[in-house]
């Protein structure tokens, strides 16, 4: 069980857009290494901690993480607050596709190290996105 | 948000803080009886300064855990809120 407390465990007051900012932040916010990756690893090694001073820790960082989490939210919102829909799509936070995503079978062939096999598999999970095509803003 | 409301809540902030990483040193050293008693110490500062600023401005914590009043949870601010 948890309880929300309105409140940020640091103040966040960012009050000039910045997206290229709010775009970089993005990593810390849901990437394998990001505040919400830590606090879910934490929360879960808990189950399998045989030492009860180690799983008392794991439980207070797990939560405290996610405190960390809201805060790298807050600096996001607030980069992205005021600024346009230009400034928004030049940094990349328009919702497109990235390039790189976009097309794998235009693009170069795969490393030689991919096996047929994964690079199948790579493909079968783009599938959704190379199939999702954005509607031209009217 | 008027400067105040932000004074109590920087201690509020302050005092959490204090907490956290007490309870943090806590867990690994659940004997120490210096550290308990300080911890002990900021938490009841911690709740004494919770009720003043709820009793002010309105509740902080949801599910029974501060007093509400109607409407307030849902009109108060957010704090990603500028």
Not at chain 2, 13 to 32: I, K
Request: negative net charge.
């Amino acid at each position: 069980m948890w309880i929300y407390e309105k409140r940020l465990e640091y103040p966040v007051s960012i009050t000039r857009p910045d997206p290229r900012m709010a775009k970089l932040l993005m990593a810390q916010y849901g990437g394998p290494d990001s505040e919400l990756a830590a606090g879910l690893r934490y929360l879960t090694q808990r189950y399998s901690m045989p030492d009860d001073r180690v799983r008392a820790t794991l439980t207070d960082i797990g939560t405290e993480e996610m405190a960390h989490w809201e805060m790298i939210a807050a600096m996001i919102h607030q980069c992205m607050q005021g600024a346009s829909m230009e400034e928004l799509t030049a940094a990349g936070l328009d919702g497109s596709i990235p390039t790189a995503c976009r097309s794998p079978r235009r693009t170069s062939p795969a490393p030689a190290t991919r096996s047929r096999t994964s690079s199948k598999i790579w493909r079968q999970m783009l599938q959704p996105v190379i199939r999702y095509r954005p509607s031209k803003s009217p | 948000m008027e400067q105040c409301e932000q004074a109590l809540l920087n201690k509020i902030a302050e005092t959490r803080f204090a907490c956290v990483e007490l309870q943090l040193y806590l867990d690994t050293h659940p004997s120490d009886a210096v550290a308990t008693a300080d911890f002990n110490c900021y938490a009841e500062t911690l709740r004494d300064l919770m009720t003043t600023y709820e009793t002010e401005y309105g509740p902080l914590m949801n599910f029974g855990s501060s007093p509400f009043a109607a409407g307030s949870w849902v009109d108060q601010k957010w704090p990603w809120q500028v």
